[in-house]
Protein backbone atom coordinates (compact mmCIF):
# COMPACT_ATOMS: atom_id res chain seq x y z
CA UNK A 1 0.00 0.00 0.00
CA UNK A 2 1.28 3.35 -0.51
CA UNK A 3 1.78 6.16 1.81
CA UNK A 4 -0.59 8.23 -0.02
CA UNK A 5 -3.47 5.17 0.79
CA UNK A 6 -1.95 4.42 4.11
CA UNK A 7 -2.56 8.22 4.83
CA UNK A 8 -5.69 8.07 3.82
CA UNK A 9 -6.86 5.02 5.92
CA UNK A 10 -6.15 6.36 9.18
CA UNK A 11 -7.92 9.09 8.31
CA UNK A 12 -11.35 7.17 8.82
CA UNK A 13 -11.07 5.95 11.83
CA UNK A 14 -13.95 7.20 13.84
CA UNK A 15 -13.48 9.96 16.55
CA UNK A 16 -14.59 7.68 19.27
CA UNK A 17 -12.86 5.28 18.82
CA UNK A 18 -9.56 7.57 18.79
CA UNK A 19 -10.99 8.91 22.03
CA UNK A 20 -11.05 5.54 23.66
CA UNK A 21 -7.82 3.72 22.58
CA UNK A 22 -5.50 5.64 24.67
CA UNK A 23 -7.76 4.30 27.40
CA UNK A 24 -7.12 0.60 26.33
CA UNK A 25 -3.32 1.80 26.23
CA UNK A 26 -3.13 2.66 29.85
CA UNK A 27 -4.93 -0.04 30.86
CA UNK A 28 -2.63 -2.54 29.11
CA UNK A 29 0.03 -1.10 30.72
CA UNK A 30 -0.97 -1.28 33.95
CA UNK A 31 -1.65 -5.12 33.40
CA UNK A 32 1.86 -5.01 31.86
CA UNK A 33 2.83 -3.50 35.16
CA UNK A 34 1.30 -6.69 37.36
CA UNK A 35 3.08 -8.88 35.02
CA UNK A 36 0.68 -9.90 32.70
CA UNK A 37 1.94 -11.41 29.05
CA UNK A 38 -0.84 -11.28 27.25
CA UNK A 39 -4.36 -10.24 27.31
CA UNK A 40 -7.75 -10.46 25.27
CA UNK A 41 -10.79 -7.68 24.63
CA UNK A 42 -12.45 -9.77 26.87
CA UNK A 43 -9.81 -8.55 29.86
CA UNK A 44 -9.61 -5.19 28.69
CA UNK A 45 -13.36 -4.97 28.72
CA UNK A 46 -13.63 -6.07 32.37
CA UNK A 47 -11.19 -3.62 33.31
CA UNK A 48 -12.47 -0.59 32.06
CA UNK A 49 -16.34 -1.50 31.42
CA UNK A 50 -16.65 -1.48 28.09
CA UNK A 51 -18.06 -4.10 25.68
CA UNK A 52 -15.51 -6.76 24.65
CA UNK A 53 -16.93 -6.20 20.59
CA UNK A 54 -16.38 -2.71 21.11
CA UNK A 55 -12.87 -3.37 21.94
CA UNK A 56 -12.25 -5.91 19.22
CA UNK A 57 -13.54 -3.44 16.67
CA UNK A 58 -11.47 -0.42 18.12
CA UNK A 59 -8.11 -2.93 18.04
CA UNK A 60 -9.52 -4.03 14.32
CA UNK A 61 -8.36 -0.34 13.11
CA UNK A 62 -5.10 -0.71 14.30
CA UNK A 63 -2.38 -2.82 12.73
CA UNK A 64 -2.38 -5.91 15.21
CA UNK A 65 -3.67 -9.40 15.65
CA UNK A 66 -4.98 -11.18 18.42
CA UNK A 67 -4.04 -15.38 18.94
CA UNK A 68 -7.13 -17.25 19.85
CA UNK A 69 -7.89 -17.69 23.32
CA UNK A 70 -4.90 -16.32 24.38
CA UNK A 71 -5.01 -12.44 23.23
CA UNK A 72 -2.82 -9.63 22.28
CA UNK A 73 1.03 -10.19 23.42
CA UNK A 74 0.73 -6.92 25.73
CA UNK A 75 4.17 -5.68 24.55
CA UNK A 76 3.42 -5.73 20.99
CA UNK A 77 -0.26 -3.69 21.68
CA UNK A 78 1.37 -1.09 23.67
CA UNK A 79 4.34 -0.72 20.77
CA UNK A 80 1.63 -0.64 18.02
CA UNK A 81 -1.02 1.53 20.20
CA UNK A 82 1.64 3.96 20.77
CA UNK A 83 2.77 3.66 17.73
CA UNK A 84 -0.49 4.34 15.89
CA UNK A 85 -2.03 7.26 18.81
CA UNK A 86 1.51 9.34 17.28
CA UNK A 87 2.57 9.15 20.98
CA UNK A 88 5.83 7.99 20.25
CA UNK A 89 6.98 11.03 17.96
CA UNK A 90 7.42 13.95 20.04
CA UNK A 91 5.15 16.58 18.85
CA UNK A 92 6.71 19.75 20.39
CA UNK A 93 4.12 22.83 21.21
CA UNK A 94 3.92 26.45 22.24
CA UNK A 95 1.38 27.52 24.82
CA UNK A 96 0.05 30.59 25.48
CA UNK A 97 -0.85 32.38 29.29
CA UNK A 98 0.77 30.78 32.05
CA UNK A 99 -2.11 31.49 34.25
CA UNK A 100 -3.63 28.65 36.52
CA UNK A 101 -4.39 26.55 33.98
CA UNK A 102 -1.69 26.98 31.27
CA UNK A 103 1.24 26.69 34.77
CA UNK A 104 -0.65 23.52 35.99
CA UNK A 105 -0.39 21.90 32.06
CA UNK A 106 3.59 23.49 32.16
CA UNK A 107 3.94 21.47 35.47
CA UNK A 108 2.22 18.07 34.01
CA UNK A 109 4.86 15.33 32.91
CA UNK A 110 2.44 13.27 31.45
CA UNK A 111 1.80 15.30 28.46
CA UNK A 112 5.18 13.90 27.65
CA UNK A 113 4.18 10.48 28.06
CA UNK A 114 1.37 11.05 25.11
CA UNK A 115 3.98 12.99 22.84
CA UNK A 116 3.30 16.48 23.47
CA UNK A 117 6.53 18.87 24.46
CA UNK A 118 5.99 22.22 25.58
CA UNK A 119 8.87 23.58 24.46
CA UNK A 120 8.48 27.36 25.60
CA UNK A 121 5.13 29.56 26.93
CA UNK A 122 4.44 32.74 26.47
CA UNK A 123 2.77 35.91 28.52
CA UNK A 124 2.27 39.40 29.16
CA UNK A 125 2.34 39.64 32.84
CA UNK A 126 5.94 41.39 33.83
CA UNK A 127 6.27 38.72 36.78
CA UNK A 128 6.21 35.58 34.33
CA UNK A 129 8.27 36.67 30.98
CA UNK A 130 11.47 36.19 31.28
CA UNK A 131 11.45 33.61 34.13
CA UNK A 132 10.90 29.51 33.70
CA UNK A 133 8.32 26.81 35.09
CA UNK A 134 9.21 23.01 35.22
CA UNK A 135 12.58 24.04 33.12
CA UNK A 136 9.73 25.38 30.12
CA UNK A 137 11.01 29.24 29.56
CA UNK A 138 8.59 31.84 29.48
CA UNK A 139 8.74 34.45 26.79
CA UNK A 140 6.85 37.82 26.13
CA UNK A 141 4.12 37.52 23.51
CA UNK A 142 5.83 40.12 21.34
CA UNK A 143 8.34 37.59 20.48
CA UNK A 144 6.35 34.86 19.11
CA UNK A 145 7.44 35.42 15.80
CA UNK A 146 10.60 35.28 16.28
CA UNK A 147 10.83 31.76 18.71
CA UNK A 148 8.90 30.60 15.70
CA UNK A 149 12.18 30.66 13.82
CA UNK A 150 14.49 29.38 16.41
CA UNK A 151 11.89 26.00 17.62
CA UNK A 152 10.64 23.51 15.36
CA UNK A 153 7.06 23.95 16.79
CA UNK A 154 3.51 23.16 14.57
CA UNK A 155 1.09 23.09 17.91
CA UNK A 156 -0.29 26.01 19.75
CA UNK A 157 -2.02 25.33 22.85
CA UNK A 158 -4.25 28.33 24.08
CA UNK A 159 -5.04 28.94 28.36
CA UNK A 160 -5.69 32.82 27.53
CA UNK A 161 -8.36 34.91 28.44
CA UNK A 162 -11.44 34.47 26.70
CA UNK A 163 -11.16 37.72 25.66
CA UNK A 164 -8.22 37.55 23.62
CA UNK A 165 -8.57 33.97 22.14
CA UNK A 166 -9.11 34.58 18.59
CA UNK A 167 -6.61 37.34 18.61
CA UNK A 168 -4.06 34.92 19.69
CA UNK A 169 -5.47 32.22 17.37
CA UNK A 170 -4.81 34.76 14.47
CA UNK A 171 -1.50 35.67 15.43
CA UNK A 172 -0.52 31.81 16.08
CA UNK A 173 -2.02 30.65 12.83
CA UNK A 174 -0.23 33.77 10.80
CA UNK A 175 3.13 32.72 12.66
CA UNK A 176 2.85 28.62 11.23
CA UNK A 177 1.38 26.85 13.78
CA UNK A 178 -0.78 24.32 12.31
CA UNK A 179 -2.76 22.86 15.15
CA UNK A 180 -4.68 24.82 18.11
CA UNK A 181 -5.51 22.67 21.32
CA UNK A 182 -7.93 25.30 22.35
CA UNK A 183 -8.83 25.20 26.43
CA UNK A 184 -10.92 28.56 26.33
CA UNK A 185 -14.56 28.00 26.20
CA UNK A 186 -14.50 30.74 23.01
CA UNK A 187 -15.25 28.66 19.33
CA UNK A 188 -12.29 30.19 17.60
CA UNK A 189 -12.06 30.40 13.62
CA UNK A 190 -9.46 28.74 11.82
CA UNK A 191 -8.73 28.07 8.06
CA UNK A 192 -9.83 25.19 6.80
CA UNK A 193 -6.20 23.26 6.84
CA UNK A 194 -5.77 24.21 10.47
CA UNK A 195 -6.40 21.73 13.19
CA UNK A 196 -8.71 22.42 16.33
CA UNK A 197 -9.12 20.68 19.33
CA UNK A 198 -11.74 22.15 21.96
CA UNK A 199 -11.03 20.87 25.53
CA UNK A 200 -13.24 21.31 28.57
CA UNK A 201 -12.83 19.99 31.82
CA UNK A 202 -16.34 22.11 32.63
CA UNK A 203 -18.28 19.64 30.12
CA UNK A 204 -17.40 16.55 32.09
CA UNK A 205 -18.22 18.13 35.18
CA UNK A 206 -22.01 18.83 33.64
CA UNK A 207 -22.30 15.10 32.73
CA UNK A 208 -21.05 14.11 35.98
CA UNK A 209 -23.24 16.37 37.76
CA UNK A 210 -26.22 15.14 35.46
CA UNK A 211 -25.15 11.62 36.04
CA UNK A 212 -25.22 11.98 40.01
CA UNK A 213 -28.02 13.92 39.89
CA UNK A 214 -29.87 11.03 38.22
CA UNK A 215 -28.65 8.51 40.45
CA UNK A 216 -29.78 10.15 43.35
CA UNK A 217 -33.70 10.44 42.42
CA UNK A 218 -33.56 6.88 41.51
N1 LIG B 1 -10.92 23.90 29.27
C1 LIG B 1 -10.98 23.88 30.57
O1 LIG B 1 -11.34 22.88 31.15
C2 LIG B 1 -10.59 25.12 31.33
C3 LIG B 1 -10.29 25.07 32.69
C4 LIG B 1 -9.85 26.28 33.29
C5 LIG B 1 -9.75 27.45 32.54
N2 LIG B 1 -10.10 27.42 31.22
C6 LIG B 1 -9.94 28.61 30.35
O2 LIG B 1 -8.53 28.80 30.18
C7 LIG B 1 -8.23 30.17 30.07
C8 LIG B 1 -7.24 30.55 31.15
O3 LIG B 1 -7.82 30.36 32.43
P1 LIG B 1 -6.99 30.60 33.77
O4 LIG B 1 -7.89 30.29 34.89
O5 LIG B 1 -5.68 29.92 33.66
O6 LIG B 1 -6.79 32.20 33.67
P2 LIG B 1 -5.63 33.08 34.30
O7 LIG B 1 -6.18 34.46 34.36
O8 LIG B 1 -5.10 32.43 35.55
O9 LIG B 1 -4.49 32.99 33.18
C9 LIG B 1 -4.51 33.68 31.97
C10 LIG B 1 -3.08 34.02 31.60
O10 LIG B 1 -3.07 34.57 30.30
C11 LIG B 1 -2.14 35.62 30.29
N3 LIG B 1 -2.32 36.53 29.17
C12 LIG B 1 -3.09 37.65 29.09
N4 LIG B 1 -2.93 38.24 27.88
C13 LIG B 1 -2.02 37.46 27.19
C14 LIG B 1 -1.43 37.54 25.90
N5 LIG B 1 -1.72 38.55 25.05
N6 LIG B 1 -0.54 36.59 25.55
C15 LIG B 1 -0.22 35.57 26.38
N7 LIG B 1 -0.74 35.46 27.60
C16 LIG B 1 -1.64 36.39 28.01
C17 LIG B 1 -2.32 36.27 31.67
O11 LIG B 1 -1.21 37.10 32.02
C18 LIG B 1 -2.45 35.05 32.55
O12 LIG B 1 -1.19 34.61 33.00
C19 LIG B 1 -9.56 30.90 30.18
O13 LIG B 1 -10.04 31.14 28.86
C20 LIG B 1 -10.46 29.90 30.89
O14 LIG B 1 -11.83 30.07 30.57
C21 LIG B 1 -10.49 26.28 30.63
Redesign the pocket.
Known amino acids: MNSQLQKKDSTKVPEPTLRRLPWYLSNVKLLRKRGERFVSSTQISKEINIDASQIAKDLSYVNISGRTRVGYEIDTLIAVLEDFLGFTNIHKAFL????????ALLRDSGLNHFGLEIVAA????PD?VGTALNGIPIYH?DDFEEKMQAYDVNIGVL????E??QK?TDTMVAGGIKAVWN????RIRVPEDIVVQN????AHLAVMFNRLNFNEIR
Open positions: FGVGSLGGFDVNLSTVPIIAIFTPFTSLY
